[in-house]
Nanobody, 130 residues
Framework: EVQLQASGGGLVQTGGSLTLSCAAA????????IGWFRQAPGKEREGVSC????????YYRDSVKGRFTISRDNAKSTVYLEMNSLKPEDSAVYYC???????????????????????WGQGTLVTVSS
């Protein structure tokens, strides 16, 4: 069973920083894509950033480019999302997710890519106050 344990959310002021962590266990393949989605109240869930284990390719949605950095620690099977210069519009529940079915970054931005997400972590709330 795949398990994703997310942590690191909290309340920060505009311009502040947070780092989210996602510890993964039980992923059945050596190549997969792991990363973060978010969902704000009343909005659809959207892909934020992900990284592919096989070639370290990375995706960021446009609104977080230059502010967020995704990284991984293979020894700890943990993925991090460092979030800087946070804005109120970044406020959302952030979910860690993994796609080992297609191992494609497009799961994070394609119109129907989320169907290939094999496991979701519990959400962690990020609130950015103005």
């Amino acid at each position: 069973e795949v398990q994703l344990q997310a942590s690191g959310g909290g309340l920060v002021q505009t311009g502040g920083s947070l780092t989210l962590s996602c510890a993964a266990a039980g992923i059945p393949f050596d190549d997969y894509v792991i990363g973060w989605f978010r969902q704000a109240p009343g909005k659809e869930r959207e892909g934020v950033s992900c990284i592919r284990l096989g070639d370290s390719s990375i995706y960021y949605r446009d609104s977080v480019k230059g502010r967020f950095t995704i990284s991984r620690d293979n020894a700890k099977s943990t993925v991090y999302l460092e979030m800087n210069s946070l804005k109120p519009e970044d406020s959302a529940v952030y979910y860690c997710a993994v796609n080992w079915v297609t191992a494609s970054l497009s799961s994070w931005y394609g119109s129907s890519g989320q169907r290939y997400i094999g496991a979701w972590g519990q959400g962690t709330l990020v609130t950015v106050s103005s």
